[in-house]
């Protein structure tokens, strides 16, 4: 949705540079304005601060306090868990900003192809109105299913409204299941940033166990905008 610019302020008035200077204030009264003016500029001071730690407090949470990551191309910002790491590799799709994933221990023998593991992704799309929220993000869960898990079979266990910020977004839960009757946990916010842009998290269980699934799902719900 395209929007029309907004109506600038009213030109300001000439100056009144013809006026003379205004007299000078008593002395008594030039103190009380100066402590006027002090009082003022505490007063404003701890205004400023007490909206600067409301601006940069974090909720409650199981991730409050952890390492967050800033995905300025997406417009968004989430948590990486103990244990995780942030992909700096490269090596993403074009489809993805920025990733976080568990990190993979010494005892770990598995390979990049045979799965398994905590992933969040988050990526940037075009803009999404409120009312198509919903079937965009379901759409969208059902096609990262069959990209990640070609021969899978997925099911829409969740699908509810929610909001990152002040912005609407919706979120959409899928349990997928394989040919060799392995499990996969997938779940996806999808986020209007604004009427040109929206953003995304795709976090992915397998074995999608109920700790594993809890984890992925607090990266999501940590989600923050920049």
Same mark, same amino acid.
């Given at each position: 949705?395209?929007?029309?610019?907004?109506?600038?302020?009213?030109?300001?008035?000439?100056?009144?540079?013809?006026?003379?200077?205004?007299?000078?204030?008593?002395? &008594?009264?030039?103190? #009380?304005?100066? @402590? *006027?003016?002090?009082?003022?500029?505490? $007063?404003?001071?701890?205004?400023?601060? /007490?909206?600067?730690?409301?601006?940069?407090?974090?909720?409650?949470?199981?991730?409050?306090?952890?390492?967050?990551?800033?995905?300025?191309?997406?417009?968004?910002?989430?948590?990486?868990?103990?244990?995780?790491?942030?992909?700096?590799?490269?090596?993403?799709?074009?489809?993805?900003?920025?990733?976080?994933?568990?990190?993979?221990?010494?005892?770990?023998?598995?390979?990049?192809?045979?799965?398994?593991? &905590?992933?969040?992704? #988050?990526?940037? @799309? *075009?803009?999404?109105?409120?009312?198509? $929220?919903?079937?965009?993000?379901?759409? /969208?869960?059902?096609?990262?299913?069959?990209?990640?898990?070609?021969?899978?079979?997925?099911?829409?266990?969740?699908?509810?409204?929610?909001?990152?910020?002040?912005?609407?977004?919706?979120?959409?839960?899928?349990?997928?299941?394989?040919?060799?009757?392995?499990?996969?946990?997938?779940?996806?916010?999808?986020?209007?940033?604004?009427?040109?842009?929206?953003?995304?998290?795709?976090?992915?269980?397998?074995?999608?166990?109920?700790?594993?699934?809890?984890?992925?799902?607090?990266?999501?719900?940590?989600?923050?905008?920049?």
């Amino acid at each position: 949705m395209i929007t029309s610019a907004p109506v600038g302020p009213p030109p300001y008035p000439p100056a009144p540079a013809h006026l003379p200077p205004a007299p000078a204030a008593p002395a &008594r009264k030039r103190r #009380a304005a100066v @402590a *006027g003016v002090v009082a003022v500029l505490v $007063l404003a001071l701890v205004c400023g601060l /007490a909206v600067m730690w409301f601006m940069t407090r974090e909720d409650g949470g199981p991730l409050a306090g952890r390492p967050r990551v800033t995905d300025g191309t997406a417009g968004i910002s989430y948590a990486i868990p103990e244990g995780w790491e942030r992909n700096d590799k490269g090596g993403l799709i074009n489809a993805f900003t920025s990733s976080v994933a568990m990190k993979r221990t010494a005892s770990d023998t598995r390979t990049d192809d045979e799965g398994g593991g &905590r992933t969040v992704l #988050a990526g940037r @799309a *075009g803009g999404i109105p409120q009312s198509s $929220l919903r079937p965009q993000t379901e759409r /969208a869960a059902r096609s990262n299913a069959e990209y990640f898990y070609p021969d899978g079979r997925s099911t829409i266990e969740e699908s509810r409204a929610t909001t990152v910020g002040d912005r609407p977004a919706h979120t959409v839960v899928l349990k997928v299941s394989d040919r060799q009757g392995h499990t996969a946990h997938l779940r996806m916010t999808l986020i209007s940033v604004d009427d040109s842009r929206s953003a995304f998290l795709l976090g992915i269980t397998q074995p999608a166990g109920p700790a594993e699934r809890r984890e992925v799902d607090s990266v999501l719900e940590s989600a923050s905008l920049v």
